[in-house]
């Protein structure tokens, strides 16, 4: 099989190990490989039965063993637009091969979506809508387990909280300062504020009933519901991919995230009403109860871009140049006024009373 491999049309970023290791995992299916092509984290492999995703998972069996049970479950709820495993020639859906798990599903001929436009936007939350509606019920086999995040929002917001007092702490112990450093510093007050706030939506909402209701449910989130994972075809049609990251949550999680990621794009600058279409599109096909939509403010008012960009400085110490940093700091600083009147537009609309004078103190503009 290696030899074969060596022969056929492939791309030259797969190098000869990866080449010795494809080889491997393809002599398992029953197909005839034509041509391999390396496309994100995945390999689309040219067969003479057609084109096939094959999903390389480090330290992931897992992960790929959870993605094969949802998809199953998904496809006998009448769900048509997630890919379905191909088997291997002995009937099995994913290869273990030392601590890396492969798979195989059928490939999608489509391309990422765009956040581009509002329309669209909402067909995405259409599909997510339907896609937490065919994920219920989920039951995850007893052989392995598959994360809650259900009962630890409020856990994981006081987390990030702490974390951005401590980048305080850290920035004041640096004995060089860029200019990056002293305006985030300036800024911390102002966002820590912020995720106070979405603390306390959280603590006067009815959050710890629906955690009970959602145990019970067994609802299964993406967790990366983001333009990478969504793909449309040539007849407009959409699909989501890669379930690797999926875990039992309330669906607002994903939604939340899925606005959070858009409305803090330079374009849109928390523009609500872009934010009410996209939540018409999700209730009509999956209505919200005046809680979740509670659940739904407190995860957009919390500071995650600005937490994540200090964890990025401070934590993992990512080696970007300053300008870069500049820049992510600056859009999120232009953002602040736009997303406080984003939370009051929320909050008025929606019927929520909750007290924002929290946001008197704006701190330091650029």
């Known amino acids: 099989m290696l030899s074969e491999i060596s022969e056929i ?5 797969i190098n000869k190990r990866e080449r010795a290791i494809l080889a491997d995992v393809l002599s398992h299916y029953d197909f005839r490989v034509e041509s391999i092509d390396k496309v994100r984290s995945a390999y689309k492999i040219g067969t003479d039965k057609g084109c096939f995703c094959l999903k390389r998972v480090t ?11 949802i998809m199953k479950h998904l496809k006998e709820n009448g769900c048509d637009y997630i890919a379905e495993y191909f088997y291997t020639k002995e009937g099995k859906p994913i290869i273990k091969r030392k601590n890396t798990a492969f798979y195989i599903t059928y490939w999608i001929e489509g391309s990422e979506v765009s956040f581009s436009s509002p329309d669209e936007m909402q067909r995405y939350s259409e599909l997510l809508a339907d896609f937490h509606n065919k994920s219920k019920g989920f039951k995850s086999p007893k052989r392995f387990k598959i994360r809650s995040h259900i009962k630890k929002w409020r856990k994981t917001f006081t987390r990030y909280l702490s974390e951005l007092v401590k980048y305080k702490d850290g920035i004041d112990r640096l ?7 002293y305006i985030y510093l300036s800024n911390i007050d102002y966002f820590r504020r912020e995720a106070e706030l979405a603390i306390k939506i959280l603590d006067h909402s009815k959050y710890n009933e629906l955690c009970e209701y959602y145990v019970n449910e067994g609802n299964i989130c993406h967790d990366s519901y983001y333009y ?9 049609k959409l699909y989501i991919v890669d379930l690797e990251s999926c875990q039992y949550d309330i669906p607002m999680s994903d939604l939340g995230k ?5 409305l803090s794009k330079k374009k ?5 009403d872009l934010c009410r279409k996209i939540i018409d599109g999700y209730c009509k096909i999956r209505p919200m109860s005046k809680e979740e939509y509670e659940l739904l403010l407190a995860i957009l008012v919390f500071p995650h871009k600005f937490w994540k960009l200090g964890k990025k400085r401070y934590v993992k110490k990512k080696r970007w140049d300053e300008r870069r940093y500049m820049k992510k700091l600056k859009r999120l600083l232009r953002n602040k006024d736009y997303k406080t009147e984003f939370i009051y ?14 946001f008197d103190g704006r701190g330091d503009r650029i």
């Open 345 to 358: 537009c929320y909050t008025n609309f929606y019927g929520i009373n909750m007290d924002c004078d929290i």
């Open 9 to 13: 049309k492939c791309n030259p970023e």
């Open 228 to 236: 990478q994972n969504i793909l449309v075809d040539r007849n407009n």
């Open 175 to 181: 004995k060089l300062k860029a200019e990056f450093d």
């Open 268 to 272: 849109y600058k928390w523009d609500f």
């Open 258 to 262: 899925m606005i959070r990621r858009i």
């Open 59 to 69: 330290n992931g069996y897992e992960k790929a063993n959870k993605s094969y049970h």
